[in-house]
């Protein structure tokens, strides 16, 4: 609340308070943002440490707290029925955070990697440069995670609380789980009009963020910046996105503005990504209803907005982004990124594009492709050029080699495959739940034995996901059903039904079976196995500073980053960015010959002053540098691990 809520609610009460609940909660989360964003900024250029960011973010509150007290009219009374529908949302979102806060146990794969980052906010003293975060000494910004203004909420809400970074790492997303299904609730009652409707897409995006395989599916990860930039960030630009092409307020655009700019210093391609399915949307509004020449006005200005508020922040980033592409877009860049994403990619001659089975890998995704051409049936509705233009749009990219190739070589075929999770399965759903809310009982029934039906019907091909190229049809179907819908929609020109009581009927209908068949085989975290000991990170606390260079082997080193805010060597090549500044594979192969057998003590002194190594950890379950070690300060050892000094204390 201190955090993402509060400072923004204090802004938004100052210039413009929405009527809606939901958009305020948006409007407040992005202000809050802008504010951290600059309290970071002051924060790097004074050279201070995360307590100057808590200073600054709290005068900052209190200087939008001293403006609305002067300048804000009178609050506009929120509608009772949306405030009782956002608290409905909210209680299923504790529900859902409840079940999260049990499965989070270990910290792996990524979020190691942000781990280390939020940790080093939080504990280095002095936070002269935004490299202070990176893992190598010598390396460059992650082009991706460059200003790391998502790990800075993490860290200022482990800072507030007093709690270890990796608690808040673990726990943080079981709090988070409400905010994102507010903000999808936000999201669909912008665009469809209505509270139900917006019920209903907190319930579609419920069965498809929050109800994976192991039961919480990728909300668990709401603390790593890529799943906050979808679940939360992207339903909050979007809210108020078809807030402003429905009333063309100036206040909703520059929060809207704001909120372009956020989400790009979070994740930085996903800010174009959505740019997509938005301009989908324009297209298929002019082709089924271009008689509504205000709305695509505003939505034209809209998307100007954030592609401007974009663009600010990517040309700073254009240097990082260039270190990153010279090695992205190289032969050995390319070949490498075909073989990591082979199961994913379909190549052909010189051309590759995402598997189509791949796409299709859950019952709610099946059922959402599936129900996308049903929006022919409101054709006139925002909601149905958005469910029908960004589908075509996006599948178009994808599934086309001559379309996927050149975009993946433009942002990387690592980020380019992500483009397939802004397909608006959230808004088809519920566009179908408004669909089949006319049949009322009919229609719930109907709802969830849809979803019992794919679940089991599927359930292998679903065991294989997402390899899977049984359902490969699925989103083929989908593309060629949208571009379809969108020529006969132009020609019926249907309206639709507006979203009523039965719409959120509908959804909770489908969505329940769900639910159950997920919570069912929900599972906790396996331990990590590679997870350094409390003794051995102990030992490192009490003898090393801050930022000091570690060399240990690569799946160690990368798990000491996280725990002790220390840079390191080498880690595993999938969790490093692949820049002309880091050159992950040559710090590999020094890493390996520091430890290997035969390497003579000149070239290890050599790899120690390269790198400017202060510590050495042992593993005496591997590769053992015993010649050289009798020259080093031993501080620790047990079993396993040996701590050693490099050079005088």
């Not at 809606?20 to 809050?32: F, I, N, T």
């Not at 504990?123 to 000494?137: A, G, W």
């Amino acid at each position: 609340m201190c955090v993402l809520l509060l400072p923004g609610a204090l802004a938004v009460r100052a210039f413009a308070w929405p009527a809606s609940a939901g958009l305020a909660v948006a409007a407040s989360l992005v202000w809050s943002l802008v504010f951290v964003f600059v309290a970071l900024s002051l924060t790097f250029a004074a050279s201070g440490s995360l307590s100057l960011a808590v200073v600054v973010l709290i005068v900052l509150a209190l200087a939008a707290a001293a403006s609305a007290a002067v300048t804000a009219a009178p609050r506009p009374p929120f509608a009772r029925a949306d405030v009782i529908a956002l608290l409905a949302v909210a209680v299923v979102g504790l529900l859902l955070g409840v079940a999260v806060w049990w499965a989070a146990r270990t910290v792996a794969g990524d979020g190691l990697f942000h781990l280390a980052r939020i940790r080093k906010l939080d504990e280095v003293p002095t936070l002269f440069s935004i490299k202070v975060v990176d893992e190598f000494r010598n390396g460059g910004p992650h082009p991706g995670y460059a200003f790391p203004l998502w790990h800075s909420v993490v860290a200022l809400v482990a800072r507030l609380s007093g709690a270890d970074p990796t608690t808040v790492y673990l726990h943080l997303p079981a709090l988070l789980a409400p905010l994102a299904l507010v903000l999808a609730y936000a999201a669909g009652a912008s665009l469809f009009g209505g509270w139900a409707a917006g019920v209903a897409t907190a319930a579609a995006q419920t069965a498809l963020a929050g109800l994976g395989t192991a039961g919480v599916g990728t909300v668990e990860y709401l603390t790593d910046p890529e799943a906050a930039a979808r679940l939360v960030l992207i339903p909050a630009l979007l809210a108020l996105f078809f807030s402003y092409v429905r009333g063309g307020r100036r206040a909703m655009l520059i929060s809207l503005a704001a909120a372009g700019f956020v989400l790009a210093v979070v994740h930085p391609t996903y800010a174009l990504f959505l740019s997509l399915p938005l301009l989908g949307y324009l297209v298929a509004r002019l082709v089924l209803a271009r008689d509504d020449r205000q709305g695509l006005k505003r939505g034209a200005l809209a998307l100007g907005a954030v592609l401007g508020a974009t663009g600010c922040f990517l040309l700073w980033l254009l240097p990082f982004i260039r270190q990153a592409t010279a090695v992205s877009q190289s032969a050995a860049g390319r070949a490498s990124a075909l073989a990591h994403f082979s199961q994913d990619v379909v190549v052909s001659g010189g051309h590759f594009r995402l598997s189509a089975g791949a796409m299709a890998s859950a019952t709610d995704v099946v059922v959402a492709f599936l129900v996308v051409p049903l929006a022919v049936l409101a054709a006139r509705r925002r909601w149905a050029a958005f469910v029908l233009g960004s589908t075509v749009v996006v599948l178009l990219l994808v599934l086309v080699p001559v379309f996927f190739t050149p975009f993946a070589n433009a942002v990387s075929l690592s980020q380019a495959r992500r483009l397939a999770g802004f397909l608006p399965f959230a808004f088809a759903l519920a566009g179908a739940a408004t669909l089949a809310g006319r049949l009322r009982i009919f229609g719930c029934a109907a709802a969830a034995a849809l979803a019992v039906a794919v679940h089991f019907a599927f359930r292998n091909e679903f065991a294989a996901v997402p390899r899977s190229a049984h359902l490969g049809w699925v989103p083929w179907l989908a593309l060629g059903a949208g571009v379809a819908a969108i020529v006969a929609g132009a020609i019926l020109g249907r309206r639709g039904p507006e979203p009523g009581p039965w719409t959120a009927a509908v959804a909770g209908a489908f969505v329940l079976p769900l639910a159950a068949l997920a919570l069912v085989h929900l599972e906790r975290d396996a331990p990590d196995r590679f997870a350094p000991d409390a003794r051995l990170l102990h030992a490192i606390r009490a003898n090393a500073a801050p930022r000091d260079v570690v060399l240990a082997n690569p799946e160690l080193s990368y798990r000491l980053a996280a725990y002790v805010p220390v840079d390191i060597v080498a880690a595993p090549l999938a969790h490093v960015a692949q820049t002309t500044q880091n050159l992950p594979r040559q710090r590999l192969r020094d890493d390996a010959q520091f430890f290997r057998h035969g390497v003579s003590d000149f070239r290890r002194r050599q790899i120690i002053t390269e790198y400017e190594a202060r510590w050495v950890v042992v593993d005496k379950q591997r590769s053992v540098p015993r010649s050289i070690l009798p020259y080093l300060d031993r501080v620790f050892e047990d079993r396993r691990f040996a701590l050693y000094r490099t050079g005088p204390p």
